[in-house]
């Protein structure tokens, strides 16, 4: 593996850390405002802001071209949305465990679909055997963690 290979790795290792950590956030804050809505409200204005900081940062020209991408890529916001409400929903019920078990489960095998058909203009990486005996474990993983 190369260092850039690493860097990257390291980088998605953070954020995969992240996710089960906002959930747990976020979910608190749901349950003591009474109201996961406003939970999700207020991450996303904290994101925003976060973001416009690094965006002022790192130069905000990129922002130009804003109008003539594509509609359909905007709906990635609206994923994010679902994703934060349903967690912040979810998780005081039914575990932060559990709960990103499953979205896991479900990354698993978008992101195989997506590969494999390089959809969305991703780079095409074949599902192999070995590749799906692998979401297949995890999906076996997921299914034990919730007979224990």
Partial sequence: MDMTTLKYA???LAAGIGIPVLA??????GVRLGSPVAAAACLFTVA??????VLTITGPAAMADLLAAPRHLFLAG???AFYVLSITFIAPH???????FFVL???LVSAAAIDHFGLMGARMEPLTLTRAAGIALMAAGVFVTQRA
Avoid: E, K, P
Wanted: charged share 0%; proline share 0%.
């Fill in 10 to 12: 390291a980088v998605m």
């Fill in 24 to 29: 747990a956030l976020n979910a608190a804050l």
């Fill in 48 to 53: 925003l802001s976060g973001t416009l900081i």
């Fill in 78 to 80: 609206l994923l994010v």
């Fill in 94 to 100: 039914f575990g932060v465990g559990n709960a990103v």
């Fill in 105 to 107: 489960l479900g990354q």
